[in-house]
Structure formats: structure tokens, C-alpha cells
């Protein structure tokens, strides 16, 4: 490069400017300024001079030439684009060069000063340049993108497809982060670089991490050179408190730069050595006020996700800085909240885990955890819901302290019962990693840990006794001798008087000192004290002077008493501790000692280990405990509406059966109706769980896996309900057609069906069952086994079994399903001949059970009755050999006294009946007769229609083929006619064959001449005599037939409707009601116009006493107004009160049946009104709590603003016509359950007039007072509080004046009703309506002497006119309840009327 002489330095210095506006004022001669700027045309020429000047002169050119490159920066958006490239291009090249001439400068020791600011001022202006570019065409992108799409069409086409910046930018940081790595500090003075000079360096690369794309992946390599150049900024120039500022002024107006800041962090950290810059960061971002955050929270959020991600990079030092974080935990941004704890949970992870921790860190760890703890329960759902996810980490990696395993478990259960969704998912979540990793056992049964827990108790206590008992108490000689000593004492008085024996003194001459002493001791051990005392008092007298008495000589102020106790105390304390352990042991006496201490060591050993074993039961327990109190909870939510919560339910109880938790089989039976599901996600999820149960069996050979398999469908079969057994098969199909289940199972299941492998007779029933769930999938596993089913199936031993025989009907009507044909093809059906052997073991197995008692005859007649019309050619025939065999049966059965037989139709009078020869002879005729209904209407029909498209074809090819040259010569529109003659043809065709068949079934399945008529007589002889007929199976079976016999023809089902409904309301036989309330179901859908009229009979078994009937009534009504076959109006209200029903499957009914409804757009909303006015009448029998359970029930699916707002104001009007306080408390209630907005409070203030005057009721003006609260905590506008606050005033001002007037009526005494502000209740018309209300169940049915036959009808003049009048279904809510609706009383029947026309249930008013 060449250098300037020092005689044409500058004598001005460059100053960087904080705005480039500062360049254009002069400070003075010192100072450098710009003297002109050049106009946009003249940018060109002067660029090129100063390259020309750069060639010479090198980076000292920019000292003549900055007033054109800052002309440049001056006008850069009207500049052309070539002319900044070559600029950008030219000034790389110049700060380039003077990088390679600054290495060897900078080098050498003897830099003058001139030449040091030379070379500051030249460094100084081209960084300036250069940087300003930089940053210029950094915001050129986003300008243009401002501007649209014009503009950058604009600048493409300037710049030209040769330029891209983003490649360009890349090469220039690098050169930067080059320069800076310089030792630039020697050409300032002082060595101390100035911060602007640094802060202009890396001002760009803030600005170049501002864009929101620099986090993507295609931009990593500039990203990392930005990076590394503020890690030398940060490491050579003193850039920390700045870049502190700027990291975290940038998080909190740019959400994109928090992972990118974590990036740079963690580089810093790990290639410059900056581990302050955490701390420095954390104490910014501690320092905000937490009031702000809460206010500002897009900076809370940037700060939340850049503490959550650094920790998960360097968690030690971000817990060694936690402290200045702790305050967040107590602020009111829920983020940053979950950030502070998801750190605390890194460091957990990272850093406080593992058993070998210090003291100082495992009180850290306690306290994170308790913390994490606490805010199981925070304000905030997502709060919850993060601490959840945050445990369920820590366990899936096994950091958490055993002690705390407990803890953190009944949490996690505690949760499941949150209000939000997604922490019910998690606590669900945690519950399955809690199984996955847990630390007890892969057996978790409550019963089986029971047993072992005691048995190893039971053990520890055996341990406890024996160490106890091996444990000899050691007592010190002093406190023994403290313990006889009284005694001992009254002793030596008595015998001071006595001399000893001489025998005694002889003895003792010969004697030993030690032994005589030892025989002391022995003595006062055996409590002989007189004996001892006698010989310590001659022993002192010979043995003076000697051991051990030398010692205990007596002095001459000493009496007898005191020296002989000091005698006996020496020689007693000293033998103790002789015996003890001074005494010279015996040969083996240290060997057994040491024995002893081994044994004692071992047994303690084996009692911490007992003690430990125990523990461990105990806490497995206490887990498996919780467990099972998690899956009812669970169970629960298998049909939430969220999808999520349904399938992490579904994965619990799969994980939960994996560890053989006896319940778990009641929950995955749970699970099979969900496979029925509108969502498909939940549908594959149950098809996956089960998969995973039942498909992939542990085992060595296919065969143990089949075995496995069929093991584990067998017991989930046992005691399974229908329904589930029904959904069980759905899965297995689907299974079946995905060929997912192998040969081997179908194999096996064969061979226990024809027990070539030996099995029990229930697992020979299961697999039948199981053999025709698959024939489902695939109906060729039983088409091919046709005559195996039959001949082991269907053998001389049917009726020993008829359950079995039933499931192999069920499985042989499974070739039938399978032989239908496509869509569009018109194949014939799939019968088998009438003499084939199915036919004939079924007409046997019939004939020879009909006399038997099997209570699985019924159900299996039923059965094998449908397969006959399913697969016979000719059912008819075969089913009335059947009916004659059976009645010829009946008739011998019936003992007459003069032995006539007597006729089907007939019941003798003077002979015994038999009940069970009738039931099944009614059971099988009512059998028969809706099969050949159905036999009619589907085969019969479908038949006929596949003939006469048969013969429609044959014709139209035989015509083509005949008339083929003058097809050839008709035009296009003939065609057409003749299409359209045929199509008419069809459906006149149609129509006659529907005709046909609904004219056989009116007029001849039950005339005379049909075998079916003759046992309608015996079939009403029975419903009509339930005195004379009392046998219950009897009665149900005669009420079920009459049903079946209804559905074939309108006349027979209009004629005898009166005797249906009388004894589905006034038998006194559940079962009865209940058959009868199914029968009632399918004729309302048959014949709706003959049913309609009896509508409210039907809604009437809502309130029956018996649940299964009130169950099965749910179910029916349910599907009947969802179906639209009957009218809905306010006798809704039934099913509203069954959401309070004591048994609680017919409280879901009742929640599944509004669920639904409410989905028919405004159908809740329509009832609603009419629900509140029944359900609120005293007369209902609803009290007032019961009725707030309904109606918060109810008001849950009232969502929409307009729907409220009117709600509002029919409530408020409702008041008016409200005759008692308890309605207008149920009134109130119900305004306090809408979700209240301005507009709505608008509606109730317009009609205030309507509740003013009930204000001065405290239960009315308290839920008032509740609308009012919560419109003001919703009120954020100043129109909206002002709203509040006009009617809270008038509020109070109605309900003061209302407390006035109650306070004055007692001094007013007697005046009548007519004086006060409240006018008196109409009691006329409130008789007249509830005399036409009908009387509840219970009340008739307790009326002993009522007649159990309807009474002829009594047609009132109204009915007659309502009859003319088109009735048609409609959801109305501000009709009155009028007398003339079809809600009779007992001595009424309905009218038959004219037809009705359905109209949608979700008919909106």
C-alpha cells in the first residue's frame, strides 16, 4: 500500500457520528466534516476516481474521497444499482488491503504518532463506509417488501440476477471478524479502543440478526460469523455491557432471535471462554419488573424462551445464577413462569442427579423439586400443564429421588380431575411414564402385593422377637445393689443380734477367701440375704487381712450395721464386674463369645435388609394403589370431546395392562365402543391399543403365540356385555381384512370347537364366538367349515347347550353378510336348499327344546328363526312345520277333563295351564311373524326387483338387437324419449311391487286363512287376562309377540294401540314395560301416524320406577328424536330430568342424548324456555337444587351471542307470567348461567320493568348481584362499566324500596289482595291446567281396583278440530301449554289423525 507523507497529514481527526446527519455540522478545524454533498448523477465519476486513487494511495484514498461514498449512503435508494455494487465491491477491496498492511504495521515497535492517526482516521472512515453499506443493503429487502410487489419487481430487474446479497453479505463479516482480531488498540491513544468504533462493527450484526429468516437453516453460515465476530467483540474489545443491552433489548421486541442469541451464547462460552456473559444476562433479564412483563408480552415471551432454551445448553451456569430469576416465579406472566421452572428442571437433569451429591447441592435439588411441586397447582393451566411435562421428563430419565416418587404420583392423580384439557393430557402423560419407569416391580397387583406385603412383615417381626430376645439387658452392679439395698439393710439389722454357727465358722477356716466371697455374691443374687449377711459377718472376722476382705476393714468410728452394707456393697460390685469380664474365661468361652457377636451382627444385618425388603413392598403398594384409584379417573374420559384426552387414556390403559393390573381388563373393555367413533384418530387408536394387547404375544413358536392370543380374547369375552362383545367383534373384523391375525389362531380356534384340543365348555363357546367375529372380516373361515358347524354344532346334544347352538347360528349368518352383491350388480342371493341338514338340525333342535325349561331356548329360537329366512329357500314352509310340531306340543301339554284338544287360539277353562308350554309357543309365533315381515320387505322386495331389472335388460337387448337399423336411423332425441318411457316404467314398477308387498302384509299374514292368525287370539287372550296369566316370562313374552304382531299391519296395530299402551303404563312387571317400551320404539318408526297421538305414554317411562325401564326408555326416545319420528315440544323436560337420575348410566344417557341434540343447530336453544317453565312448576316434582344441576347442564350448550341475548329476554319476560317465588328463584338462577355481554345487559336493562317488583326477594336480587359481578370483571370499555354501573344503581335502588315495603305490610294487617302491588294469582286457570296435566307413574300405579282395559274413546269437539289441522313437528318455545295437546287422561284415547309431516328437529324459530 503506498503511504502518504507525513507532511500532507490531515490535521483533523474523523469522529464516528451517532446519526450520519452529524457529519454534515462542523465542530471545528478538529473535527472532520462533510463539505459537500454530490448529486446522484455525479456518484459515478467520482466512485471512479476515488478507485482510481486507491490504486496509488491505497486505504488512505478514502481521506480525500469520503464525501462521494457518503453521497453514495446519502442518496442509496435513488443510487443505481450498479453503482452501489461497485461501491459495496470497492470498499470490501479497500478495508481488505488495509487489514494485510495493519498486520505488519501493528507488528512493529516503533509506530509514530502521525502515522498511528493516519491510519486510525483511514480505518475509522473506510469501516464506517463499509458498515453503512452493509446495514443499507440489509434493510433494502424489507424497504421493497414494504413498498410491494411493484418494487420488487423493480429492484430484481435492477439488480439483475448476478448480484444476491445474501451470498455477498457472508464474505464481508468474515473480513470484519478478520480485522477485529487485529491489535487495533495500538492506534488509539491509550490502547483503549473507542466504543464507537466497536459499536459500529457490530451494529450490523444486530441488524443483520434482526431479519426474521437469519434463523433459518440455509442461513447457518452467516449466522455463525456473525456470531463470531461479537465473541471477539466480546473477548478482545470490552463489549460485554453493551452486547448485554442489546442481546436483551432485542428479546424483547424480536420473537425469532431467542434460539439464535442461545446459539451465540453457547459459541461464546465454549470458543472465547465468556461463562459472565450468562450472569450478566440473567441479572438484566431478573431486573425487570414483573408488573411490565405482564403487560408486555411479546418481551416476556422472548425472554421465557431464550431462559428455557440456554439452560437445556449450559444449565450449570444458569444455575449458578438462578437466584436473580426466583422473583418471576411470583409474577403474572405465565411464561416466564414456565421458563424459571423448565430451567430448574434442566439443571435437575443435568446437573443435581444422581446419588453422589454434596450436601449444599442435594438441598438445591429438594428445593427445585418443591417448587416444581407447587406449581402443580398454579394459577395458570399452561403452568400446570409445563410442570406436568417438566416430571415427565425427569422420570422418563429416572432423575427423580425415590422419596419423592410418592409425592409426585398423587399429584399427578390429584390433576386428573383439572378443569383444563391439555393438563388432564399430561397428568395422564406422567401417570404412563410413572408405569414405564417405574422402580417396584413389572407386576403391579394390588391383591398380589398385599399378600406378600404381609408375609414379609410377618417375617420382619420373627426377626425383631429373636433379636429381642438374643439382646440379654445388661444392668450395671451399682443400680442392682440401689435396687436391694433397702431390703438388704433391714436384713443386716435382724441378724446383728444372732451368732453364727459353728459349724458354719469351721467350714470357713478351710476355706477359700475368692470362693467365700463368689458365695456372697451368688446369695444377694438369689435374694437369700440372711444367709449372706450371716456369712460375710463371719468371713470378716477369719478372712482379715486378706483379698478381697483386706480392703473393707473396719475402721474403729464405724458400727457393725455400716460396715457390714459397705462389705456386702464391695464384694457385690467387685464380683459383678469379676463375672463380667475380668475373670479368666473357661476353655472355649472367647471362641463362643465371639460366635455370639457374629450371629447378633448377622441378624442385624438380616433385619435392615427385612426392613428395607418391607419398605420397598409398602411404597409399591401405596403406588399400585394410586394406580388403580388413576384408572377410574381415566376411565372417565374416554369420552371427553377431546380427541387428545381420549388418546392418551387409550395409551394409559394400554401401558397399564402391560403390568398386570387386575382393573385394567375393565378398562380396556372401556375402550371397545370407542371404536365406533366419528374420529378416525381415535378409531386407529383403539384398533393400535388393542394390536398392541392381543396381536403381539410374547412366545417362542407361532403356535404358543396363537395360543396366547386366543387366551387373552377369551378372557376379555368372560362376563362381557353384548355391546361390548358386538364392538369387540367390529375390531376383530377389521383385523381379519387386514389379514393381520395368522392362520394359526383360526387353526386353533377350530380345534377347540371340535375338541381335538381339549378345552372347557365355555372355551369352546368362546370360540364359536370368536370363529364368527372373523367370518366378519372374512365370511370364507366359515363358508368353507359350512357342515362342520352343523354337524358339532347343531348335534343330538343341542339342548344341552342352546347358548352354544345360538353363537353357531350367529357365526353361520355371517355367509350370508358375505354373499351380498356389489354395488351396481344384480347377483342372485345366496339361499341354501330347504332340505339341506343346517334346516333340518335347527327344526329338531327346536322341536326337541320346546318342551324343555332351558332358559336359552327363547333367544336361541330367535336366533335360528332369522338364519332359516336368511339362508332357506322357502323359509315359510320350514318355519310353519316348525309352528305345527310346537303347537301340537302346546296342545297335549293342556290337560282338559274330558282330554279334547283344544284349538291354538283357544284356552281351556277348566284345565291347568301350562305357562312354560305357552311362553314358548307366543315366543316363537311372534318370532316368525316379524321374520317374514322382514322376510317380505328385504328379500322378498329385493328379489323382485332384481328379476324385473333382469327382464328389463333382457328386453332392451332383445329390441336393440331386432330393431338394430332403425336405432341407427332415429335421432338423438328418440333415444332420449325412449330412456326417459323406461325410467318411468322403473319406477311405476317400483311402486307396484311396494305396493304389493305392503298389501300382502296388511291384508293376508293375518287374515283366517294364515297360519300366524291363529295364534293372534291366544296372543291378546294373555295381555288381556294378566290376572289369569300371571306368570311373568308368560306375560313378557305375550306383550313382546302383540309388538312383533303390530309391526305387520297398520289396521292390527291402529285396532289394538289401546292395549299396548295400557299395559306399558299399568302392568305391574318391568319387564313387560320394558319389551314393550323397545315394541313401542319400532312402531313409532313403522306406523308414525297411528303412534303420534301417543306420544306422552311414551315419554311417561322416562319417570318409571324402575330403572332398567327408565334406562331402556332413554335409549328409545333418544333415538327416536334424533331420528325426527316423534314430536318434540316441552315434554323434553322428561329426558332433562333424568340428568339428575340416582343411577348414573342413565345420567350419561341423558348428557349423550343433549349432546347430540345440541348439535342440530339451535334445537337446545328452541326447548330451553318450555324445560325452565315444566321443570320450575312446582307440580313437577323437581326440587330446586336437582333443578340448578339440569339447567347448568343445559345452558352449557348455549354458545352463541344471539342465542343469549335472546334468551335474556325471554327469561325477563317470563318473570310476568311466573305465579310463585320458587320460579322466579329458578328464573334468576337460570339468567346468572348465560354468558352475559354488553348487548345482553342491554336486553335485561329494556326489560327490567318485567323483574323490577321481584327484586325485594333476597335469592332474586343475590343472582342479580352474580350477573353483576361478572360483568364487571368482563367490562373493559368506559360505555360497558358505565352500563354496570347504571344497573347496579337501579338494582339497589328496586330492592331498598322493595325492603321498605315489606317493612310497612305488618302494620298494614288484613288487606286484601287486590291492595298490594302484586296482583293475585289466577287459581281458575291454574286449576284448569293442572287438571289436564296428567298424574305421575307411581300414583296410578298404586290404585288397586283400576281396570287394567282402556276405556273407549271420548273425541272432545277440540280434538276434533285439532285433527283437521296439518300437525307437523317444531321446536317452539313461547307456546303456552295447552289442554288440547295429545296429553290425555286416563279415560281418553287418542284419535287416530291425519298424516303428519316431519320436520327437522333443529328448526330454528
Not at 426 to 438: P, T
Not at 486 to 503: D, I, N, R, W
Not at 1236 to 1260: E, P, S
Amino acid at each position: 500500500m503506498a503511504v502518504q507523507s507525513l507532511e500532507d497529514s490531515p490535521t483533523w481527526e474523523f469522529h464516528l457520528p451517532l446519526s450520519a446527519a452529524d457529519l454534515l455540522r462542523s465542530d471545528g478545524p478538529s473535527h472532520y466534516a462533510v463539505q459537500e454533498v454530490l448529486p446522484v448523477k455525479e456518484l459515478r465519476g467520482q466512485l471512479a476516481g476515488f478507485q482510481t486513487a486507491f490504486r496509488t494511495q491505497g486505504a488512505f484514498a478514502i481521506l480525500h474521497h469520503f464525501d462521494a461514498l457518503y453521497s453514495i449512503l446519502h442518496h442509496f435508494s435513488s443510487v443505481e444499482a450498479a453503482v452501489k455494487e461497485d461501491a459495496l465491491e470497492l470498499m470490501q477491496k479497500v478495508v481488505s488491503g488495509h487489514s494485510s498492511a495493519l498486520t505488519a504495521i501493528l507488528d512493529s515497535t516503533d509506530l509514530a504518532p502521525s502515522l498511528r492517526a493516519l491510519h486510525c482516521n483511514a480505518l475509522k472512515m473506510n469501516c464506517y463506509v463499509l458498515v453503512r453499506l452493509v446495514e443499507a443493503f440489509e434493510a433494502e429487502p424489507s424497504r421493497s417488501t414494504l413498498l410491494g410487489l411493484d418494487s420488487k419487481k423493480k429492484n430484481k430487474k435492477q439488480q439483475g440476477p448476478s448480484f444476491l446479497w445474501e451470498e455477498e453479505r457472508q464474505p464481508i463479516l468474515q473480513l470484519l471478524t478478520r480485522l477485529l482480531q487485529l491489535d487495533l488498540h495500538r492506534l488509539w491513544t491509550g490502547s483503549v479502543v473507542e466504543d464507537e468504533f466497536v459499536s459500529l462493527m457490530t451494529g450490523c450484526c444486530y441488524h443483520i440478526l434482526e431479519n426474521p429468516t437469519i434463523g433459518h437453516q440455509k442461513h447457518r453460515p452467516t449466522r455463525e460469523v456473525v456470531i463470531h465476530l461479537l465473541g471477539v467483540a466480546l473477548r478482545r474489545y470490552d463489549h460485554m455491557l453493551n452486547a448485554t443491552l442489546k442481546v436483551t433489548q432485542m428479546l424483547q421486541h424480536f420473537e425469532h432471535v431467542a434460539p439464535v442469541f442461545v446459539e451465540a451464547v453457547s459459541t461464546w462460552i465454549k470458543d472465547y471462554g465468556m461463562k459472565s456473559i450468562v450472569g450478566e444476562l440473567l441479572r438484566e433479564i431478573g431486573q425487570k419488573c414483573p408488573q411490565e412483563l405482564a403487560q408486555d408480552a411479546s418481551g416476556a415471551k422472548g425472554y421465557a424462551a431464550f431462559l428455557a432454551e440456554l439452560a437445556e445448553q449450559v444449565p450449570a451456569i444458569v444455575l449458578a445464577n438462578m437466584s436473580v430469576l426466583l422473583h418471576h416465579l411470583d409474577g403474572e406472566n405465565y411464561g416466564m413462569r414456565n421458563a424459571i421452572l423448565a430451567a430448574m428442571a434442566e439443571a435437575l437433569l443435568q446437573v443435581l442427579n444422581g446419588e453422589q451429591l454434596e450436601d449444599a447441592a442435594r438441598s438445591t435439588r429438594d428445593q427445585f423439586l418443591d417448587t416444581l411441586q407447587a406449581h402443580t397447582c398454579d394459577v395458570h393451566g399452561f403452568v400446570r400443564s409445563r410442570v406436568l411435562q417438566l416430571f415427565t421428563r425427569i422420570v422418563q430419565q429416572k432423575a427423580l429421588p425415590l422419596t419423592r416418587f410418592q409425592a409426585v404420583v398423587c399429584l399427578a392423580v390429584s390433576r386428573l380431575q383439572d378443569k383444563s384439557v391439555t393438563v388432564v393430557k399430561n397428568a395422564i402423560q406422567l401417570l404412563a411414564a410413572f408405569l414405564s419407569n417405574n422402580p417396584f416391580s413389572c407386576k403391579l397387583s394390588c391383591s398380589d402385593l398385599t399378600e406378600l406385603l404381609q408375609k414379609e412383615r410377618q417375617k420382619l417381626q420373627e426377626l425383631r422377637d429373636k433379636r429381642r430376645a438374643t439382646a440379654a439387658v445388661v444392668i450395671p452392679p451399682e443400680e442392682e445393689w440401689e435396687a436391694m439395698e433397702p431390703e438388704l439393710q433391714a436384713t443386716v439389722k435382724s441378724c446383728l443380734g444372732s451368732q453364727p454357727q459353728g459349724e458354719e465358722a469351721g467350714d470357713l477356716e478351710a476355706g477359700d477367701p475368692a470362693q467365700v466371697s463368689d458365695k456372697i455374691v451368688r446369695l444377694l443374687r438369689k435374694s437369700s440375704y440372711k444367709d449372706a449377711v450371716l456369712l460375710a459377718q463371719v468371713a470378716a472376722g477369719l478372712f482379715q487381712g486378706m483379698e478381697p476382705f483386706v480392703s473393707c476393714s473396719q475402721p474403729e468410728d464405724e458400727d457393725e450395721e455400716e460396715f457390714l452394707l459397705r462389705l456386702l456393697r464391695t464384694l457385690y460390685t467387685a464380683g459383678s464386674h469379676t463375672e463380667g469380664g475380668t475373670q479368666e474365661p473357661a476353655d472355649g468361652t472367647a471362641n463362643a463369645g465371639g460366635e455370639e457377636q457374629g450371629a447378633e451382627e448377622q441378624l442385624s444385618s438380616e433385619l435392615a435388609k427385612q426392613e428395607m425388603l418391607v419398605q420397598y413392598l409398602q411404597d409399591a403398594y401405596n403406588f399400585s394403589v394410586k394406580v388403580s384409584e388413576a384408572m377410574s379417573l381415566v376411565s372417565r374420559m374416554m369420552y371427553e370431546s377431546s380427541v387428545s384426552v381420549v388418546q392418551e387414556a387409550i395409551e394409559f390403559f394400554v401401558i397399564v395392562s402391560q403390568f398386570g393390573i387386575p382393573q385394567a381388563i375393565l378398562g380396556v373393555r372401556r375402550l371397545l365402543p370407542l371404536i365406533w367413533s366419528k374420529e378416525p384418530g381415535i378409531r386407529e387408536a383403539v384398533l393400535n391399543a388393542y394390536r398392541r394387547l392381543y396381536l403381539s404375544p410374547s412366545g417362542g413358536t407361532e403356535r404358543a403365540r396363537a395360543h396366547s392370543l386366543v387366551q387373552s380374547l377369551s378372557l376379555l369375552m368372560v362376563d362381557a356385555s353384548l355391546a361390548t362383545i358386538q364392538c369387540l367383534g367390529e375390531i376383530i373384523s377389521e383385523f381379519m381384512q387386514k389379514d393381520e391375525i395368522k392362520p394359526a389362531v383360526v387353526q386353533l380356534l377350530w380345534e377347540r370347537f371340535t375338541e381335538k384340543s381339549q378345552c372347557s365348555a365355555l372355551e369352546r363357546h368362546v370360540a364359536v364366538m370368536l370363529l364368527g367375529m372373523m367370518a366378519r372380516g372374512k365370511p370364507e373361515v366359515v363358508g368353507s367349515n359350512l357342515d362342520v358347524l352343523v354337524k358339532m354344532g347343531l348335534d343330538e346334544r343341542v339342548h344341552e347347550n342352546y347358548r352354544l347352538a345360538q353363537e353357531v347360528c350367529h357365526a353361520i349368518s355371517k355367509i350370508a353378510s358375505g354373499q351380498k352383491p356389489a354395488l351396481g350388480k344384480s347377483g342372485a342371493p345366496f339361499r341354501l336348499p330347504r332340505s339341506h341338514l343346517l334346516f333340518e338340525r335347527l327344526s329338531e333342535a327346536i322341536s326337541v327344546g320346546f318342551a324343555g325349561s332351558s332358559p336359552h331356548w327363547i333367544p336361541f329360537t330367535e336366533t335360528a328363526t332369522a338364519l332359516i329366512y336368511q339362508l332357506a329357500e322357502g323359509p315359510e314352509e320350514i318355519c310353519t312345520q316348525i309352528l305345527q310340531r310346537c303347537s301340537q306340543q302346546a296342545l297335549e301339554k293342556l290337560v282338559e277333563p274330558e282330554g279334547e284338544a283344544a284349538e291354538p287360539g283357544s284356552s281351556p277353562t277348566g284345565g291347568a295351564i301350562d305357562s312354560l308350554a305357552l311362553t314358548h309357543l307366543v315366543s316363537l309365533a311372534g318370532d316368525v311373524a316379524l321374520q317374514q315381515l322382514v322376510h317380505l320387505e328385504l328379500a322378498v322386495s329385493v328379489e323382485l326387483r332384481r328379476r324385473r331389472i333382469l327382464g328389463e335388460e333382457q328386453k332392451t337387448k332383445e329390441r336393440a338387437h331386432s330393431c338394430k337399423k332403425k336405432q341407427k336411423a332415429k335421432s338423438t332425441g328418440n333415444e332420449t324419449t325412449m330412456e326417459m318411457e323406461l325410467g318411468l316404467t322403473g319406477a311405476s314398477a317400483e311402486d307396484t311391487e311396494a305396493e304389493l308387498i305392503r298389501g300382502i302384509c296388511e291384508t293376508e299374514l293375518l287374515d283366517g286363512k294364515q297360519l300366524l292368525s291363529a295364534f293372534v287370539p291366544l296372543v291378546l287372550k294373555v295381555c288381556n287376562n294378566p290376572g289369569h296369566y300371571n306368570d311373568p316370562a308368560l306375560s313378557a313374552a305375550s306383550a313382546l309377540a302383540l309388538g312383533k304382531f303390530c309391526m305387520i299391519s297398520a289396521e292390527f296395530c291402529d285396532t289394538h294401540l289401546r292395549l299396548f299402551f295400557t299395559m306399558m303404563e299399568k302392568s305391574t312387571l318391568s319387564s313387560v314395560r320394558s319389551n314393550l317400551m323397545i315394541a313401542a320404539g319400532d312402531l313409532a318408526i313403522r306406523f308414525p301416524n297411528q303412534v303420534e297421538p301417543w306420544t306422552p305414554h311414551l315419554y311417561a317411562r322416562l319417570r318409571d320406577p324402575c330403572q332398567h325401564v327408565r334406562r331402556t326408555a332413554a335409549l328409545v326416545m333418544t333415538h327416536l328424536i334424533l331420528k325426527d319420528m316423534v314430536k318434540v315440544k316441552g315434554q323434553v323436560s322428561e329426558m332433562a330430568a333424568l340428568l339428575i337420575d340416582p343411577e348414573e348410566e342413565i345420567v350419561a344417557l341423558a348428557r349423550n342424548f343433549f349432546t347430540e341434540l345440541s348439535g342440530k343447530d339451535n334445537a337446545v336453544y328452541n326447548l330451553l324456555p318450555d324445560i325452565i317453565s315444566r321443570l320450575s312448576d312446582p307440580e313437577s316434582g323437581i326440587d330446586e337444587q336437582p333443578f340448578r344441576t339440569i339447567m347448568r347442564q343445559l345452558f352449557s350448550y348455549i354458545t352463541k351471542d344471539k342465542q343469549t341475548e335472546s334468551l335474556v329476554e325471554k327469561l325477563c319476560q317470563r318473570f310476568r307470567t311466573a305465579r310463585t317465588e320458587r320460579q322466579h328463584h329458578d328464573l334468576a338462577f337460570c339468567l346468572t348461567l348465560l354468558p352475559l355481554t354488553d348487548r345482553g345487559l342491554r336486553k335485561m336493562q329494556d326489560n327490567f320493568d318485567c323483574f323490577g317488583d321481584k327484586l325485594q326477594d333476597a335469592a332474586v336480587y343475590g343472582c342479580f348481584q352474580a350477573v353483576l359481578g361478572r360483568l364487571r370483571r368482563l367490562s373493559t370499555k368506559p360505555e360497558m362499566k358505565a352500563l354496570v354501573e347504571e344497573f347496579e344503581q337501579k338494582l339497589q335502588k328496586c330492592h331498598s324500596r322493595g325492603l321498605d315495603s315489606l317493612a310497612e305490610t305488618p302494620a298494614e294487617g288484613s288487606k286484601s289482595p287486590e291492595s298490594s302491588g302484586r296482583p293475585a294469582p289466577q287459581t281458575t286457570k291454574r286449576t284448569a291446567a293442572s287438571s289436564c296435566r296428567r298424574r305421575p307413574l307411581r300414583a296410578t300405579n298404586r290404585e288397586p281396583d283400576s281396570a287394567f282395559v282402556t276405556p273407549e274413546p271420548r273425541v272432545s269437539r277440540a280434538r276434533r278440530k285439532i285433527s283437521r289441522q296439518k300437525a307437523y313437528v317444531v321446536f317452539s318455545s313461547d307456546e303456552e301449554n295447552s289442554p288440547e295437546e295429545a296429553e290425555l287422561k286416563e279415560d281418553e284415547t287418542p284419535s287416530k289423525t291425519t298424516p303428519i309431516s316431519r320436520v327437522s328437529i333443529c328448526h330454528a324459530r
